[in-house]
């Protein structure tokens, strides 16, 4: 049986390839996408996701927009370092065409609580962005922690320093708040981050294979993860980037992939290290651990099904789903 998945983007670089993954691989049925924001806006990332999907020839998936900033804002705007990582557009540049179809006039929020009760145990949520939808979801209908199967959030970071300081990850900066309630929601929740997504690193021999295939799609994939894993080499100093958001997605349909970790997490909210995720002193003696943290990864065979995953959507193109190929040019 197929395990229902909601994907909740912020949708850049890494994001447009947990989609591909998502569509590729057997185990995981895609119901649709609620868009937040981090990488982007929630506008774009709507607008991202609908033409990635059009891109892909599966315009039969959803796209619901959700929360627009965090629990303790009122607005959001992109950082200058987001935009450095995934180009302004949040595609690495790549203009690829907008789609012909709308976002659903059904909000993210109503969306998950809906799916929580129609699908029940079957449906796992994975945020790669800010965690503000799924907690508005668990806070406007508590009941679907209990109804529905595990979170899979890309996000933190527990043995390893963080992407925006010493103690933060990027998608949990965005709202530190929301993060911490989902830890303390009594939700099952499986925190794939940095400790183990750095691990994952796709280079320019792997994406060159997707231009080999002749497929717009294999094409445009190429050009915006060659942009990220450009970004990689010259902040990082390494040849390749981190698959954060993919794993997240390979973990939902293959846990055994990650050894977790059995932790009570909380999120640091104050002070210098605000964003900090990092077990609770309070939870040690809790008998029920509702936090896995990914404390180390199979690599190899995590990339081997990468390749094979992603690779089986863009070689085929829209074409191969009954649908036309846009054009991808550079913007």
């Known amino acids: 049986m197929t395990k229902k998945i909601i994907l909740d983007l912020d949708t850049g670089i ?78 690495g540049e790549i203009e690829i065409p907008t789609a012909g179809r709308n976002v659903e006039q059904q909000t993210a929020t109503d969306f998950i609580i ?13 945020p790669t962005g800010a965690a503000t939808n799924i907690v508005a979801a668990l806070e406007k209908d508590p009941t679907i922690k209990d109804a529905m199967g595990p979170i899979v959030m890309m996000g933190g970071a527990l043995t390893t320093e963080g992407n925006v300081n010493k103690w933060t990850e990027a998608n949990v900066s965005q709202d530190p708040e929301a993060t911490d309630r989902l830890f303390r929601s009594g939700a099952e929740v499986v925190m794939v981050g940095l400790d183990v997504t750095h691990q994952t690193l796709l280079t320019k021999a792997e994406t060159s294979t997707w231009r080999d295939f002749g497929t717009e799609a294999g094409r445009c994939y190429a050009d915006m993860t060659d942009y990220y894993i450009d970004f990689e080499t010259k902040a990082m100093d390494i040849a390749g980037c981190g698959l ?10 293959d846990r055994s992939l990650v050894t977790l970790l059995p932790i009570t997490m909380q999120v640091d909210l104050e002070g210098p290290t605000r964003g900090r995720t990092i077990g609770s002193l309070a939870g040690l003696s809790d ?31 829209p074409e191969g789903w009954g649908g036309s190929t846009p054009g991808c040019p550079r913007a």
């Open 14 to 91: 890494d994001d447009a390839l947990a989609i591909a993954y998502a569509l590729g691989s057997p185990e995981l049925d895609l119901i649709g996408i609620t868009a937040t924001y981090g990488n982007v806006t929630v506008g774009r990332s709507v607008r991202n996701s609908l033409a990635v999907l059009e891109l892909l020839g599966r315009t039969d998936v959803p796209v619901f927009a959700g929360v627009g900033h965090s629990l303790t804002t009122d607005s959001f705007t992109p950082s200058e370092l987001s935009a450095f990582i995934h180009g302004g557009n949040g595609i």
């Open 114 to 126: 809906e799916s929580a009760h129609r699908y029940g145990e079957d449906l796992t949520c994975i």
């Open 244 to 253: 954060h958001d993919p794993l997240a997605v390979a973990v939902a349909a």
């Open 287 to 317: 008998p029920v651990k509702t936090v896995g943290v990914a404390v180390e990864v199979d690599v190899e065979r995590f990339l081997g099904e990468f390749m094979t995953r992603v690779g089986s959507v863009l070689s085929v193109g």
